[in-house]
Every structure is written in C-alpha cells, then in structure tokens.
C-alpha cells in the first residue's frame, strides 16, 4: 500500500490524483509514516463535511500521542494549542479571541488593510520579473496580524522567519527550533506588555488572563503564538493561489479588472478552486467511526483532505473550472463546524483589497515564466507557492 501523495507530481497539481482516489472510495486507508500504521484519507465533500463536525473525531493530539515515545521536541505552546483541543477548552478559549475577527472588527482594520497595501503596491517594479509571494502576499498578512496582536515593526521579520520554518516539511529539527524561538519571543513580549500596557489584541487577552479569566499563563503565549501563525500563513497561500488561478484564466482576470465590485462575491470561488489549506489539521477517531461507507476503527488518525472535497464533483459540478459565477460559499477551506477559522472574516478583507489594488495599479500584470516551473512549498498541510514570478 502507497500513499499516492506522496508523488512529486502531486505537489504541482494534486486535483488529478484526489479526483482518481475519490472515484474509488471517498474515504480510504493510507500508510501513516514508516512504522506501519494507517491513517484515513478524506477526498469526498459530504464526507469531510461529515468529518469537520463530528465530535467522535478528536483534535486533542495530547492524548493521542501520550505514551507513543514521540522523538519531536515542539514547545507546549505549539504543540497543545488551541487548534489541538476539543471542548470545553476548546470553547473557552476560542471565545476569547472571537470578538477581535468579527466583521465589524474587521472593518475597522480595512483603512489600514488598505495603507499597507498601497505602500507594497509602491515598491513594485514596472516591467521587471519580480516575486509576487515576497512582494505582496508574505508581507502584508504578516503586517496586519502583528498589527492587530501589537507585535512591534521591529521583530516582524523574525515572526516571519519562523513561521515560515514552522511549515517545514521533513525537517522536524527546524520546525521544534522555530516552535521554541516563537514561544520564547511570545512571553519576552507578553512580560514587555505588562510593563507597558497598549490596547491591542494581546494586550486585551493579557488583561483577561490577569483578570483571573480562566487563561493559564501557558494557555496566553499558545493562543498568542497560534493566532500570529495563523493569522497570516493561510492568507498569504490565499493570495498567492488566487493570483495564480486569475493569471491562468484571463478572462476571470479581465472580468474583475473592468468590475471591481464583483471581487468580494468571487472569494468564495478562489478559496474552492485551490485551497491554501490543503488538509485539516490533526483528527483521531475516539471511538468507531462510519464516514460514507467506510468503517474506522477508533484511535485511529483521519486526514480530511479539504482542496480535494473543494473539488468533489458530486458538490460542485465541473469542480475543475474556475466559474466566477458559481455559489461556491459551501466550500471547506475555512473548515467547518466548531473549529471553523475564526480568521477567516480578517483573510477575505486582506483578499479584496489586494486583489483591488494590484488590478487597479497593474492592469497588465502577467506570469512571469511556465506554470509547470513553478515552485510550490513542501508542506501537506498547507497548499501555496515558494514563489510566484509575474510581470506588471
């Protein structure tokens, strides 16, 4: 038994081989690692959908692993955060943060959403190749969530830099190395906020943890830790797919360039056609489980495998065309259920406005060289471009 994503082709295009899995069973065994074990891959929609909400399908990877001799040396707060628990700590904790990635809230971020872009935007050559992920999508995701957290200019390269190690894949040393100098930045800067109090998120969930809001000081520097890394890996994938998808579809590009209002009514569509999480984060079966028509055995891990169901013809017919005019908002790129992101309000702002302003400012932005040259990042978990060479 192989596992057929692990392919080399597959990361260029991994809709074929999710197309051939899912036509012989939605939901099928794979080998999980060298040891032997099995692990289930989800490729269809109704069965990751199934999935995402199912409350027999743990995320408490603590007590997965507890008493399995695990060699990886993550930081606590990375290694159990809130992405990593079921409820009732789950709930509390995501209760917390919610109310800072409303859409009001978000609103109130868009006049600086806007600055930032522009000032990229200003910086990009004309008539010259240059790299689209470096120019736009890494930094500017990046800006707004150590906006919005109150991460100093400062040390925004760093955050940068070891979040992008985190996503490491095959390299498990660098990954626990940039879990450690990301904790460790985290509470050097939550002890700085104490001394010096601000009024931004962080500052706000320091004030809840002191204020004897059920927030251990463990449970303050994972959520910090986890909504700065989260908060701008899957919206810099989300713009870099998307201007992908557009550049390859010139008549999508041209339509959203003589209509610009039409952007935010699109997203939906950009985040279905090639999803910047490629699979759910970590499941277990608690208990036997039915998904579709297979059996799973409990204590057993469960990929959901989100860009495939995104592409599930049995949910979105042709799912292989990019269609501005389909109602794609079913899609699970955001996931689905309790866990659903709660950023994902924050990411769609950060996709409109950018995608306004590079076709507002660049109406002849093109690919810079073949798409089969392109460089895709070595993660499963994620789905999005090393680098995206374009022409303006």
Not at 171 to 194: E, V
Not at 206 to 220: F, Y
Not at 305 to 312: C, E, F, I, Q, V
Not at 360 to 367: D, K, T, V, W
């Amino acid at each position: 038994m192989t596992d057929p994503t692990q392919d080399p082709r597959f990361r260029q295009d991994p809709y074929p081989t999710y197309a051939a899995m899912r036509s012989r069973c939605p939901v099928q065994a794979i080998p999980a690692g060298s040891g032997g074990h099995t692990s289930y891959l989800v490729t269809g929609y109704a069965e990751a959908r199934q999935a995402l909400g199912d409350a027999r399908l743990s995320k408490d990877t603590a007590t997965f692993f507890a008493g399995k001799g695990s060699q990886r040396r993550l930081h606590p707060a990375v290694a159990h955060s809130m992405l990593a628990s079921d409820p009732p700590q789950h709930t509390r904790l995501r209760k917390l943060v919610t109310k800072a990635f409303t859409t009001g809230a978000v609103a109130e971020l868009r006049p600086f959403i806007g600055r930032v872009t522009d000032e990229l935007l200003n910086q990009w050559p004309v008539g010259e190749r240059f790299d689209f992920v470096a120019s736009l999508a890494v930094p500017l995701p990046v800006i707004v969530i150590c906006e919005l957290l109150g991460v100093p200019g400062r040390d925004r390269p760093d955050i940068q830099r070891w979040s992008g190690e985190l996503f490491t894949a095959g390299k498990p040393d660098i990954i626990d190395a940039a879990s450690h100098a990301m904790a460790n930045y985290m509470t050097s800067l939550i002890t700085a906020k104490r001394r010096r109090p601000g009024d931004a998120l962080l500052d706000r969930l320091i004030s809840a943890r002191d204020g004897g809001d059920r927030l251990s000081e463990e449970e303050l520097v994972s959520l910090a830790v986890l909504l700065l890394v989260a908060g701008h890996e899957t919206t810099t994938n989300f713009l870099s797919n998307s201007v992908l998808a557009l550049l390859q579809h010139p008549a999508a590009l041209n339509r959203l360039r003589t209509n610009p209002g039409s952007t935010p009514a699109v997203l939906d569509e950009l985040l279905r056609f090639d999803s910047p999480v490629a699979t759910a984060t970590f499941r277990f079966t608690t208990e036997a489980v039915t998904l579709g028509a297979a059996d799973i055995p409990a204590g057993v891990p469960v990929l959901v495998a989100l860009g495939a169901a995104n592409r599930d013809p049995e949910r979105f017919p042709s799912p292989d065309l990019l269609d501005l005019d389909r109602d794609a908002a079913a899609h699970l790129s955001f996931g689905h259920g309790i866990h659903r992101c709660v950023g994902a309000p924050l990411a769609r702002a950060e996709a409109e406005i950018a995608l306004q302003g590079i076709l507002a400012r660049f109406p002849g932005i093109r690919l810079g060289g073949p798409p089969g040259q392109l460089a895709w990042r070595r993660t499963r978990l994620v789905r999005g471009l090393a680098s995206l060479p374009v022409l303006t």
